[in-house]
């Protein structure tokens, strides 16, 4: 049997609408399910008996304070990538320091992502490193790893107004803007 590109695209977006439908009628019917799979990378069992035990809301509450989360499993995780914590001076006299600060970047964002309890501040995290995107690559590519800490990861959940200047004023978008002088 041949399929016309139509019967395709028109095949796909019927199952499309139905995983839809069936996604909106498990959610809709649990505010906090929803919750989940909106503040999170996608909640395991154990996060959603976790946030079940504490509430809506005291979880919410739990997400927006996650200096207070207590994250050990990710910090032991980056502490295999020490790229992530180097300054300028050190990144810069790596050899080939554009692939591996590239690959630590990535890793990182995995790491945090997976195995993370701060789920909340890891999507406000990537909702402005997407944003203000500076690229990975080339001359930025150390850059963009002293900008995601100093500038994205601390000012994520804070004024956007400190943000906003920080990003502005940060090497990593002067370099990727053309604008350093």
């Given at each position: ?145 002293l900008y995601q800490q100093a500038v994205i990861r601390r000012h994520a959940l804070g004024k956007f107004r ?20």
């Amino acid at each position: 049997m041949v399929l016309t590109r139509r019967e395709l695209f028109t095949g796909m977006m019927a199952g499309g609408e139905r995983m839809r439908q069936r996604q909106t009628a498990v959610t809709a019917n649990d505010p906090l399910l929803h919750l989940l799979h909106r503040a999170t990378w996608g909640p395991r069992p154990d996060d959603v008996a976790y946030a079940r035990s504490l509430g809506y809301e005291a979880w919410l509450d739990e997400q927006l304070q996650p200096e207070q989360i207590d994250d050990n499993q990710v910090e032991t995780r980056l502490q295999k990538l020490p790229i992530l914590s180097m300054d300028r001076h050190t990144l810069y006299s790596l050899g080939d320091y554009e692939y591996r600060c590239m690959q630590a970047a990535a890793q990182g964002m995995i790491i945090r992502a997976v195995y993370g309890r701060r789920q909340l501040y890891e999507r406000v995290v990537e909702f402005w490193a997407d944003h203000f995107n500076v690229s990975g690559e080339d001359d930025v590519a150390a850059e963009n790893v002293l900008y995601q800490q100093a500038v994205i990861r601390r000012h994520a959940l804070g004024k956007f107004r400190d943000l906003l200047y920080a990003v502005a004023k940060s090497p990593a978008m002067l370099i990727y803007l053309d604008n350093f002088v």
